[in-house]
């Protein structure tokens, strides 16, 4: 046979770093069966869906109430406000984490005061947020980066011995817990995002705040609707930001299966952990650190890469068709429009040097043995190991 009539050999399928088509085809029925109930209803803002959704919510996360929002970062916005948070205040959090965190406290008026992270969960420093507060302190934003909680025992007792209130940014971390604890109860107020690709993803934005204060949960309802009160008695600014029925409804069939879904994670975490430890890859990645009595979601699965090698891993992944991405690639007292805050290179040490070294690879619960084989071989050779990786069948391990 000649060289033009060999059969060509197709290259692999990609690998991506996360596929939303695939977990809907395991609900396809039952999401369209809500979708076909709210519009036979023709009620598309808040109504039955919304109160039935938080209801759940408030149950999944022990808290007394949950209240629905059109977005994550509109939930980090409404608990500011609810708190009172406006100029002259100031809110500690971190710098390395989604805009929103930051964006949220500057649209307030109030001002972002960064500290930096644990290195280990990439999650605030207890010891920094002590060192940061002043009497201008109004808030402590801890963020539960990548779906791990926050440590905070340390944190609630300087909230305690402040007297200043805690926001939960858990928009990573819904279902993640803190010695037993959700999410959502860690706080005055928890914040949730239910982007598409979170672990539990709407078709669209939405979002959700927990509470069990009754005059905090009594004040974000109605700050979500201009401060109405009823009947068009608005005793306060708020603004729109209120939960489409739509989505609601989809969330509800959704959030049936979110331990299902973590606990695949979870599991997938567990392989990836197991071969890159047989491979002998600690020395040129570092798999992500849980800490001791927490319960980890892994809305990311987080590498470092030492070495000064992410982007010749990257280019290596890029070849092999396997999805991954750099969350974050610049701290957040870098960036640009934050300048005014004053904060210089070098500040938070631990930040800059993780925006430099962090990579995500695919960690979503349908992925397969398979799949995370490729992943795996890819990363191996990418540090020149050949031997082929043995990915580790696991059990099922249950979140808290």
């Given amino acids: 046979m000649s060289q033009a009539t060999l059969p060509l050999t197709s290259p692999p399928a990609p690998v991506p770093l996360i596929d939303l088509v695939e977990q809907f085809e395991t609900q396809r029925s039952e999401v369209m069966e809500a979708v076909e109930r709210v519009f036979t209803k023709q009620s598309f803002i808040l109504g039955d869906e919304v109160s039935g959704l938080e209801d759940e919510i408030a149950s999944y996360c022990d808290s007394r109430f949950a209240v629905g929002c059109a977005s994550g970062t509109d939930a980090l916005i409404l608990a500011l406000m609810a708190l009172d948070v406006g100029p002259g205040d100031e809110v500690i959090t971190s710098p390395f984490t989604f805009f929103a965190t930051a964006s949220s406290i500057v649209r307030m008026g109030a001002r972002p005061v960064f500290v930096d992270i644990d290195p280990l969960t990439y999650n605030l420093c207890p010891e920094a947020v002590e060192a940061a507060v002043t009497t201008r302190t109004k808030a402590i934003m801890p963020v539960h980066l990548y779906g791990q909680c926050a440590d905070m025992q340390p944190l609630w007792r300087v909230a305690v011995r402040h007297g200043i209130s805690i926001i939960e940014d858990a928009c990573q971390a819904i279902g993640a817990a803190y010695n037993s604890r959700r999410t959502g109860v860690l706080g005055t107020i928890g914040c949730f995002s239910f982007f598409p690709t979170k672990n539990l993803g709407g078709a669209g934005d939405g979002g959700m705040m927990t509470t069990d204060d009754p005059d905090l949960n ?82 990311q699965y987080v590498v470092r890469v030492h070495e000064g090698r992410r982007g010749e891993l990257m280019e290596h992944l890029k070849a092999d068709r396997i999805g991954h991405a750099v969350y974050y690639p610049v701290p957040l007292h870098l960036q640009k429009c934050f300048a005014a805050l004053g904060y210089q290179p070098g500040q938070f040490p631990e930040s800059e040097r993780a925006c430099q070294e962090v990579l995500a690879l695919p960690i979503y619960a349908e992925l397969g043995e398979e799949r995370q084989n490729r992943v795996i071989d890819s990363v191996a050779r990418a540090f020149g190991v050949a031997a082929e990786p043995k990915v580790i069948s696991l059990p099922m391990r249950r979140a808290a």
């Fill in 218 to 299: 009594a004040r974000l309802r109605r700050l979500r609707v201009h401060g109405d009160v009823g009947r068009y008695e608005h005793i306060e600014v708020g603004f729109n930001s209120r939960l489409d029925a739509l989505q609601a409804a989809v969330l509800r069939v959704k959030l049936k299966k979110l331990d299902e879904w973590s606990h695949g994670r979870q599991t997938n975490a567990a392989r990836y952990d197991r071969s890159f430890e047989e491979l002998g890859l600690p020395g040129h990645i570092s798999a992500p650190y849980t800490q001791p009595g927490n319960t980890h979601v892994y809305n």
